[in-house]
Antibody
Framework: QVQLVQSGAEVKKPGASVKVSCKAS????????ISWVRQAPGQGLEWMGW????????NYARKVQGRVTITTDTSTSAAYMELRSLTSDDTAVYYC???????????WGQGALVTVSS | QSVLTQPPSVSGAPGQRVTISCTGS?????????VNWYQQLPGTAPKLLIY???NRPSGVPDRFSGSKSGTSASLAITGLRAEDEADYYC???????????FGGGTKLTVL
């Protein structure tokens, strides 16, 4: 069965960086894009960006452009989302999801809570 | 302010029918991009409920249906059940932003 398993919760100080991983299993990794979506406490879903199945293409939301990098390691079927220059506004649950920018997201990771606090 | 507009909340009694609207614009829903719907139960990851405007993934009951017209889409839930109480989100693609976009979410309360 398809699974996306994410790394655990993180606590970071303002100005620091965080890197969240997402390991896929149960399907051919290189045939599906991966997107990242975050959800601040009590708020809605916010799309952050996407990486193509091959890893050759990425696109990021304007809101986080310049601070976010999404990468993939096809040899280990894992995707990564790094967010830099963290502020308290970045406190959220970060989800990886199978699908690209124009598609629906049929499988989701369990989420990783990132807390930014001094 | 979300690019796709949903009502903050809807409610209905068990067995009733409710609809949740998702209003976009000519650069997203109106441009022909598909609308997808997600159900999020408290403390869990979103679950794909409807894809490609009106298609249900395997395992989703036929009580859930989606439709799209012009710059708007709707999710209908018939035969409301207590376990349907959740947050519901629409999602599409916006060509002017070159981004995937979500609605602000609608909280469904089963009375």
């Amino acid at each position: 069965q398809v699974q996306l398993v994410q790394s655990g919760a993180e606590v970071k100080k303002p100005g620091a960086s965080v890197k969240v991983s997402c390991k896929a299993s149960g399907y051919t990794y290189t045939t599906y894009d991966i997107s990242w979506v975050r959800q601040a406490p009590g708020q809605g879903l916010e799309w952050m960006g996407w990486i193509s199945a091959s890893g050759r293409n990425t696109n990021y939301a304007r809101k986080v452009q310049g601070r976010v990098t999404i990468t993939t390691d096809t040899s280990t079927s894992a995707a990564y989302m790094e967010l830099r220059s963290l502020t308290s506004d970045d406190t959220a649950v970060y989800y990886c999801a199978r699908g690209g920018a124009t598609s629906g997201y049929d499988y989701w990771g369990q989420g990783a809570l990132v807390t930014v606090s001094s | 302010q979300s690019v796709l507009t949903q009502p903050p909340s809807v409610s209905g009694a068990p067995g009733q029918r409710v609809t949740i609207s998702c209003t976009g614009s000519s650069s997203n829903i109106g441009a022909g991009y598909d609308v997808n719907w997600y159900q999020q139960l408290p403390g869990t990851a979103p679950k794909l409920l409807i894809y490609g405007n009106s298609n249900r993934p395997s395992g989703v009951p036929d009580r859930f249906s989606g439709s799209k017209s012009g710059t708007s889409a709707s999710l209908a839930i018939t035969g409301l059940r207590a376990e349907d109480e959740a947050d519901y989100y629409c999602q599409s693609y916006d060509s002017s932003l070159s981004e995937s976009v979500f609605g602000g979410g609608t909280k469904l309360t089963v009375l």
